[in-house]
C-alpha cells in the first residue's frame, strides 16, 4: 500500500510539472486530433470491436488538402510497440526536427513523424492502438479490473490485429502493406501465422522494425536478470499483485533534477543513440495520459528470453501450461506458417532487439524476405538503437531511403 501511495505522489506531482510544459511545447498535452489538425492534416477515428470485446481506436490520417472520402493511395498500416500508442507517430513537427522547451534549457530532438512523412507520399496511413492502451476500453471490463490487463502478446496479434485489419480491408477495398514497431512485430507476426490464409488474403506483406520474436540476443541488462524469475512474477507467488505498470514516470526525463538518471537508463535499456535526446521527447510519445502496460505482455517477453527466444503465446505460466496444452511450454507460433512477403530492419546498436536477434528471425522465415542493418550507408553517422527506427530528418536517407525502397516494391503487389 506504502507503495502505491508513493508512486501516486510521484505521478502528481509529474503531472503538475507538465502541465507547465503544455504552454512551451503542446505535443505534450494536446490531444492526437489536435496534433494533426495543428499540423494541418485530415484525420478520422475509427472504432473497432474484438472478438473478446475490446474496443479499439484507429487513427486514419490523409495528406493536406485531401478529402478523407476520396483517398486512393495503398493503405499503409502501422503498429506501435510497447509501452507506446500511435500518439508517438505524428508529436514533434512534421520535419522531425522539433525544438522543445524544458525546465532547463532548449534542446533539438528527433521525433516519430512518420505519419506525416508517409501521408504527404500518397499512403491511406492508418494508426491502430492495441488493447490496454489510453485509445481503447472493453464492453464490460474497466483497467480497474484485473482481468481487463491480463492479456498477451498472442491475444494481442490473434484479436486485435485480426479485427482492425478485416476492419481497415472492408473499408478500403484493398490489401494491405503493414508496418511494425517492436511489439507491432510481434503482434503481426502472431497474426501472419496463426491466420496464414487470412494473412494472406488481406496483407501484401510486413515490414518489421526492430522485431520482438526472438530475445535471447539481447544486451538489455535488466531483462537478462529478470528473466530468471518471470514465471515467479507471473504466478505472484510470494510477490505482490501489478496488473499493470504506469508510464509516468518517463514524463520526469525531462526535468534538470534526474536528467543523469534518465540518460543511463535510456542508453542501458534501448542502446545510446548518437542521434536523438529520447530523454525529451518521451513525455510526448504518450502525453497527457501517460500509457499503462500490461504486466504480462512485459513478463511474456522475459519468458521468451528465458527460453532462448522461443516465440510462443505465453497466456499462462508453466503449471497452467501444463493443465491446459499438457506441457510445461506454451504452443509455439510456427514463422513457417508466414507465406506473405516480410521486410526486417534492425537497428545496430538496438540493445533491446538486437539483430543477432532479427537475423535468427530472418532466418527462420521460409517465405519472400529481406534483412537490412540499419543504418546501411558509409556515409550515415552514429548509431541506430531501438527506437531510432521512424526518428530524424538528419538521418532520413540512412533510415528512411532504405525503407522506401523496400515500400516501393509493395505498391504493384
Not at 340 to 369: H, P, Q, W
Request: net charge negative.
Amino acid at each position: 500500500m506504502f507503495v502505491k501511495i508513493s508512486i501516486t505522489i510521484l505521478c502528481v506531482v509529474i503531472f503538475f510539472f507538465q502541465e507547465l510544459q503544455c504552454s512551451n511545447d503542446p505535443d505534450i498535452c494536446d490531444s492526437f486530433e489536435s496534433i494533426v489538425k495543428r499540423y494541418g492534416y485530415q484525420m478520422e477515428n475509427i472504432t473497432v470491436q474484438t472478438d473478446d470485446g475490446y474496443i479499439l481506436q484507429n487513427f486514419r490520417i490523409s495528406r493536406v488538402g485531401t478529402n478523407m472520402q476520396n483517398i486512393t493511395g495503398p493503405p499503409l498500416v502501422i503498429w506501435h510497440a510497447f509501452d507506446r500508442n500511435a500518439r508517438c507517430f505524428v508529436v514533434n513537427e512534421k520535419d522531425s526536427l522539433g525544438i522543445l522547451t524544458t525546465t532547463s534549457a532548449l534542446h533539438f530532438s528527433c521525433s516519430y513523424f512518420v505519419a506525416f512523412y508517409y501521408a504527404d507520399a500518397g499512403y491511406d496511413v492508418w494508426l491502430p492502438n492495441v488493447r490496454g492502451t489510453v485509445f481503447s476500453s472493453h464492453i464490460s471490463l474497466t483497467p480497474n479490473d484485473a482481468e481487463y490487463w491480463d492479456f498477451s502478446y498472442g491475444k494481442i496479434g490473434k484479436n486485435d490485429v485480426k479485427a482492425v485489419v478485416e476492419m481497415i480491408v472492408e473499408k478500403t477495398g484493398q490489401k494491405l502493406i503493414t508496418m511494425g514497431h517492436s511489439l507491432g512485430t510481434s503482434a503481426l507476426f502472431v497474426y501472419a501465422s496463426a491466420y496464414p490464409e487470412d494473412a494472406s488474403k488481406n496483407l501484401k506483406g510486413i515490414i518489421a522494425h526492430a522485431p520482438a520474436i526472438n530475445l535471447y540476443h539481447t544486451k538489455t541488462i535488466y531483462l537478462s536478470i529478470l528473466s530468471n524469475i518471470p514465471d515467479l512474477v507471473r504466478t505472484n507467488f510470494g510477490l505482490f499483485k501489478i496488473n499493470y505498470i504506469d508510464s509516468s514516470l518517463e514524463t520526469a526525463c525531462q526535468y534538470k533534477l534526474v536528467e543523469p538518471f534518465c540518460e543511463l537508463l535510456i542508453n542501458s535499456l534501448f542502446g545510446k543513440s548518437d542521434n536523438i535526446n529520447l530523454k525529451y521527447s518521451l513525455p510526448k510519445f504518450t502525453g497527457r495520459g501517460n500509457e499503462p502496460i500490461s504486466s504480462q505482455v512485459f513478463i511474456n517477453y522475459l519468458q521468451m528470453i528465458q527460453q532462448k527466444g522461443y516465440f510462443a503465446d505465453y497466456s499462462y505460466g508453466p503449471l497452467k501450461n501444463l493443465q491446459v496444452y499438457g506441457k510445461i511450454n506454451p504452443p509455439a507460433f510456427n514463422l513457417k506458417n508466414i507465406n506473405i512477403r516480410v521486410d526486417i530492419f534492425c537497428g545496430i546498436n538496438d540493445y533491446v532487439c538486437s539483430c543477432e536477434d532479427a537475423k535468427t528471425t530472418f532466418n527462420m522465415l521460409e517465405t519472400e524476405k529481406s534483412y537490412t542493418i540499419l543504418p546501411n550507408n558509409s556515409g550515415c553517422h552514429g548509431k541506430v538503437a531501438h527506437l531510432d527506427l521512424f526518428m530524424c530528418s538528419n538521418m532520413k536517407h540512412c533510415v528512411f531511403d532504405p525503407i522506401d525502397n523496400i515500400l516501393a516494391n509493395y505498391i504493384n503487389l
